[in-house]
């Protein structure tokens, strides 16, 4: 099977790896399942030539018992994909086979790779440079700032009123008292001495 992309009569272009088949409009875009792209590859590869019926069969539904029949469904298929209602792109030889009648040609690209401009790669790369350093430039300088803005006098009078919250008010102070006045053993809530028993 053909894996480089080709382009049939200057307005189908075939991408055989991907069993893609685009329009030039490129509004129209269609897949193939792996059988059929195989049966156009075989065409394409014997184009103006007879491809007969039993290769056919025999290479892309490996002699199937009704491949006959999913032959013919196939390149019926492919005329409606390609708007061959006049059967003269894939003319049909009675009994025989078929011949493709199309115009084949290969996209100008190298190692089928399309060639990049070197200007548009050098634009894209000072973007990203210059994009990267305005980040970075805006991260300190916004950080400078919020630092700046705090002041000394703000940062001490913010340490006084912790420290002031961190003592108790009155109410809170007579609270502890009575809570570490629970916490007392016994003999020291009694002011009177115990009575002397030898008496």
Same mark, same amino acid.
């Given at each position: 099977?053909?894996?480089?992309?080709?382009?049939?009569?200057?307005?189908?272009?075939?991408?055989?790896? #991907? /069993?893609?088949?685009?329009?030039?409009?490129?509004?129209?875009?269609?897949? *193939?399942?792996?059988? #059929?792209?195989?049966? *156009?590859?075989?065409?394409?590869?014997?184009?103006?030539?007879? !491809?007969?019926?039993? #290769?056919?069969?025999?290479?892309?539904?490996?002699?199937?018992?009704?491949?006959?029949?999913?032959?013919?469904?196939?390149?019926?298929?492919?005329?409606?994909?390609?708007?061959?209602?006049?059967?003269?792109?894939?003319?049909?030889?009675?009994?025989?086979?078929? +011949?493709?009648?199309?115009?084949?040609?290969?996209?100008?690209?190298?190692?089928? !790779? +399309?060639? +990049?401009?070197?200007?548009?790669?050098?634009?894209?790369?000072?973007?990203?440079? !210059?994009?990267?350093?305005?980040?970075?430039? /805006?991260?300190?300088?916004?950080?400078?700032?919020?630092?700046?803005?705090?002041?000394?006098?703000? !940062?001490?009078?913010?340490?006084?009123?912790?420290?002031?919250?961190? #003592?108790?008010?009155?109410?809170? *102070?007579?609270?502890?008292?009575?809570?570490?006045?629970?916490?007392?053993?016994?003999?020291?809530?009694?002011?009177?001495?115990?009575?002397?028993?030898?008496?």
């Amino acid at each position: 099977m053909i894996e480089k992309p080709f382009i049939i009569n200057n307005q189908f272009f075939i991408t055989p790896l #991907l /069993g893609l088949i685009k329009q030039n409009d490129g509004q129209n875009e269609t897949r *193939l399942e792996p059988r #059929l792209m195989h049966l *156009l590859c075989m065409l394409v590869a014997n184009k103006g030539e007879l !491809v007969t019926r039993a #290769l056919l069969t025999k290479e892309v539904w490996d002699n199937y018992g009704n491949a006959d029949e999913g032959l013919t469904q196939a390149i019926s298929y492919l005329r409606k994909i390609f708007n061959d209602d006049g059967k003269t792109l894939i003319e049909t030889v009675p009994k025989k086979g078929y +011949v493709l009648n199309a115009i084949i040609t290969i996209p100008k690209t190298e190692n089928n !790779v +399309v060639k +990049v401009n070197p200007n548009k790669k050098k634009v894209y790369w000072i973007a990203v440079v !210059v994009i990267t350093a305005l980040i970075i430039g /805006g991260y300190f300088i916004f950080r400078t700032s919020h630092i700046a803005s705090k002041h000394p006098a703000d !940062v001490i009078n913010g340490a006084k009123q912790n420290d002031s919250a961190k #003592l108790k008010s009155p109410d809170a *102070l007579e609270t502890s008292k009575s809570k570490n006045a629970d916490k007392i053993p016994d003999t020291a809530k009694n002011s009177k001495p115990s009575p002397d028993l030898k008496k």
